[in-house]
């Protein structure tokens, strides 16, 4: 008789044999999950050390980059880097001190010269003086030495509170930004975008000298305006011109305001001072510099009001008649 094993309680228990190839089988696949858990969720400790790494790269190179900000140039230019001038072959800190240097009275007037800026070719860094080809980084010490840098112009520039651009009609950079300025082909320059449907053209406006101080406008780095005759000035000029009550363009003689409160003070002036007899129906000529109109009108010591515009703004051209 076969013997049956039976469990403590009395009651016959059968428990399955498992075979020997089925238990392989089940490790295998329990060690394939493990495996595959792994390979798709890797450790923390194995993301750690390479994530630190790179952010501390990062941290290294903007601290190298930003190394020296604002603490070179001169008074024309915050940058980290000189320039050596092609036509001379000295360095300066920048074209204009370079300009100003070459410019000034105590040289020889046949040896004074600008520096062609488009034609510079090695700059010097200020940090670990590296003389090199024009670049924004500095080759050797990694520093950016110009957080504005155009490499049409060479121009850099750390202080990009400016809002420099850089104007390919003009050829050269701007300040005030792109989107606040607009090119106009036929004046030659960039004017502000408010005018751009109110502005006068005048051909090559800001290419000329500014008619008070002389200084070349369109590669002035003062505030130029467009008068409304469309002639150019500064406005520091202008400013000043105004304070000595002088309120006519400088070129062409045209009123730079409106101007008709003034005439209205002229007329009752008129009226309150009548002329002598023998000069109250003297008539001359004159040529009204607003609107280019010729007319006789009565002589008045005063001024002589243009009949088709009515302002003063006018010049005699023909002595006392009648």
């Known amino acids: 008789m076969a013997s049956v094993a039976v469990e403590h309680s009395g009651t016959p228990c059968f428990e399955p044999i498992l075979s020997q190839t089925t238990v392989a089988e089940e490790n295998e696949i329990r060690n394939m999950i493990k495996a595959g858990e792994s390979d798709l969720w890797p450790s923390h400790e194995e993301q750690t050390p390479e994530n630190e790494l790179t952010y501390q790269e990062n941290i290294t190179d903007t601290e190298t980059l930003d190394k020296g900000y ?5 008074s024309h230019y915050r940058r980290r880097c ?25 040289v020889d007037q046949k040896l004074r ?72 082909n036929k004046c030659g320059c960039c004017y502000s975008v408010l005018l751009k449907s ?17 200084e070349y406008l369109f590669e002035s780095r003062n505030d130029v305006i467009a008068l409304p005759c469309g002639h150019t000035i500064h406005k520091a000029c202008l400013k000043e011109m105004q304070e000595h009550y002088q309120y ?12 008709s409160k003034v005439w209205e003070k002229f007329d009752m002036e008129i009226a309150a001072t009548p002329m002598p ?25 005063v001024g002589h009001k243009c009949p088709n515009c009515k302002s003063y703004n006018t010049r005699q051209t023909r ?4």
């Open 70 to 74: 604002l603490e070179y140039g001169c």
């Open 82 to 106: 000189r320039i050596r001038a092609p036509c001379c072959n000295e360095i300066f800190s920048c074209r204009h001190c370079h300009n100003e240097a070459k410019n000034s009275i105590c």
């Open 113 to 184: 010269h600008d520096v062609p800026r488009h034609l510079v070719e090695k700059v010097i860094c200020s940090l670990c003086d590296t003389e090199q080809e024009v670049q924004q980084v500095c080759k050797n010490c990694g520093v950016c030495m110009g957080r504005y840098f155009c490499g049409i112009c060479k121009l850099f520039d750390d202080d990009t509170s400016k809002q420099q651009y850089h104007c390919d009609g003009c050829g050269i950079c701007r300040i005030g930004g792109s989107k606040n300025f607009f090119h106009c």
């Open 198 to 214: 109110t502005h006068p053209c005048v051909e090559r406006a800001m290419h000329q000298d500014c008619p008070v101080c002389f």
């Open 248 to 259: 006519a363009c400088p070129i062409c003689s045209k009123s730079v305001c409106d101007m």
């Open 277 to 301: 007899p023998d000069c109250e129906n003297k008539m001359v000529w004159i040529l009204c510099n607003d609107c280019g109109c010729k007319s006789e009108v009565k002589y008045h010591i």
């Open 319 to 322: 002595g006392l008649g009648r």
